[in-house]
């Protein structure tokens, strides 16, 4: 049997410490539309997406983030892998609400939410682009987050934030909103973050809550070996990464080199191939 990944609880419920990502399944490169397009080829299939997730669940990995009320191809992908398998998939959807202060917005909303739960979702993170709408930094508070995370636990769901902005973090802590975790974005480049690495590190590290933490590899702009040992040593026993993959070679990879960063011990790699492999900085022979 596999080595089984590292578990965490969130809200009472079992997760895996790694989460599979799903940028590189859907299209969200954040590199080039060429990179978008190359993704959505890949992965045009309900099939295509299998030896990903089965790859990942081998190793228990068997928590995914996504948002699913855009992706049906892939949510159909982890019911048909469930069954295939007899394992379930917790799914974290990340929905966008319509946070407008109306009555017709909150109806939209609610809806939204009960279609994630419909779909299986057991974790319910409101979208940052919708979070952030509602943040006055004056106060120190989320304006009426408190009527989002009722529905979410009235749909039966878990309820959290995608809170790219650090301050929703702190906020909601500082207020005891219901919120189990958040999503905060974290690599060793201080990609996409907002304010610097060690700021961010010391937020995670006081959060109240586990913290699902993405960006790892700052969307390929540092290898998986750079940015995955650096996350897995910069957080706490109780927190997340989401790691996305392209293919279920890459998934293997992602698994092993975060095993090892977490085991403290060197990941076992093939090497990265050259025009000429026998140098000695590639483990050849070097001089003749």
């Known amino acids: 049997m596999n080595k089984q990944f590292p ?20 299209g969200y490169s954040h590199t080039s539309s060429s990179a978008d397009q190359m993704i959505r080829r890949q992965y045009d299939s309900t099939e295509a997406f299998k030896p990903v997730l089965e790859t990942y669940l081998k190793y228990g990995v068997d928590t995914i983030m996504a948002p699913f009320l855009q992706a049906p191809m892939l949510l159909r992908a982890v019911k048909e892998t469930e069954q295939k398998l007899g394992r379930e998939i917790f799914l974290v959807d990340t929905p966008v609400l319509n946070v407008s202060d109306s009555t017709k917005a909150r109806r939209e909303a609610e809806d939204t939410i009960r279609r994630s739960a419909a779909q299986g979702a057991k974790l319910c993170l409101i979208h940052h682009s919708s979070a952030e709408k509602l943040v006055d930094k004056e106060a120190g508070e989320i304006r009426r987050l408190d009527d989002y995370t009722r529905m ?14 650090p301050e929703l973090v702190v906020y909601s802590d500082e207020n005891e909103y219901d919120v189990e975790t958040y999503i905060q974005i974290f690599n060793c480049a201080g990609f996409l973050m ?21 960006k790892s590899m700052a969307a390929g702009r540092v290898t998986p070996y750079v940015g995955l040992t650096f996350a897995w040593n910069a957080i706490r026993a109780q ?26 011990r060197f990941p076992d790699l093939e090497k990265r191939s050259s025009p000429n492999e026998n140098q000695a900085a590639f483990g050849g022979e070097g001089r003749a």
């Open 7 to 26: 578990r965490t609880r969130v809200g009472g419920l079992s997760l895996s410490r790694m989460i599979i990502g799903s940028n590189w399944l859907l």
């Open 194 to 214: 907002q304010v610097e690495v060690e700021a961010v590190a010391s937020m995670i590290q006081r959060a109240k809550k586990p913290v699902m933490t993405i």
């Open 152 to 165: 979410i636990r009235d749909a039966g769901m878990i309820p959290g934030l995608s809170a790219h902005m």
């Open 239 to 264: 927190d997340m990464i989401t790691v996305g993959a392209f293919s279920a070679q890459e998934a293997e990879e992602d698994i092993e080199i975060s095993l090892a960063a977490i085991e403290h």
